[in-house]
């Protein structure tokens, strides 16, 4: 099946710094990946939408400057948590869809925690 | 506007049958997936259904009614690993993921 991978699968970070999240489609091309923020009990929170060789579509409400979104190729998108503050601290989920799948599913990266001090 | 609605929290028996119904109102529509979810992981993909109908994967069934907006899914034969969270997402127009709050199940032997 199709395989998504995430790194790093923790982070721990000082208020203010910076933090890059990768995400990888392993054995499939992914046009389209997803990026979510999950707070504890809480369901999946859709941040953006980011396309290769485009500009990700954020959600409302979510900060563009803040959550950069890098996605150059059709294996790897990139988040980029820029100056974190405590409250970015979270579960961050990327997921690809592939194209040539019979439903079109999303299939899941395997999340990143981070945690910001 | 789009919205989904599910129970937030279940608790069954080991070995028993749970149903979890997932409700959902899109702008139009073009299927509906099931997700489990362990505290933790990151969700894993349970099943897809687009036509009216019964879908049956081994221990877990997927149900929907189109016209009526609905969707269950039912787990036979509990296992204390089900224990987990499930998410309905409808699909919309676009085909973007409009996502539930999950129901919380709670396993007990």
């Known amino acids: 099946g199709a395989v998504v991978s995430q790194h790093p699968s923790w982070v721990i970070c000082k208020s203010g710094t910076s933090v890059k999240i990768e995400c990888r489609s392993l054995?499939?091309?992914?046009?389209?990946m997803f990026w979510y923020r999950q707070f504890p009990k809480q369901s999946l929170m859709l941040m953006a939408t980011?396309?290769?060789?485009?500009?990700?579509?954020?959600e409302q409400g979510v900060e563009k400057d803040k959550f950069l979104i890098n996605h150059a190729s059709l294996t790897l998108s990139t988040l980029t948590v820029t100056s974190a503050h405590p409250e970015d601290s979270s579960f961050y989920i990327c997921?690809?869809?592939?194209?040539?799948?019979?439903?079109?599913?999303?299939?899941f990266g395997p999340g990143t925690r981070l945690t910001v001090l | 506007g789009q919205n989904i609605d599910q129970p937030t929290e279940m608790t069954a028996t080991e070995g028993a049958i749970v149903q979890i119904n997932c409700t959902y109102q899109?702008?139009?529509?073009?299927?509906l997936f099931w997700y489990q979810q362990h505290a933790g992981e990151a969700p894993t993909f349970l099943s897809y259904n687009v036509l009216d109908g019964l879908e049956e994967k081994g221990r877990f069934s997927s149900f929907l009614s189109r016209s009526k907006g609905y969707s269950y899914l039912l787990l036979k034969e509990l296992q204390m690993k089900d224990s987990a969270s499930y998410l309905c997402a409808a699909v919309d127009s676009n085909y973007q993921l409009i996502w539930g709050a999950g129901t919380k199940l709670i396993i007990k032997p």
């Open positions: 980011s396309n290769e060789g485009s500009k990700a579509t954020y």
């Open positions: 054995d499939f091309q992914a046009t389209t």
């Open positions: 997921s690809a869809r592939d194209a040539q799948g019979a439903h079109n599913e999303q299939f």
């Open positions: 899109t702008s139009g529509f073009n299927g």
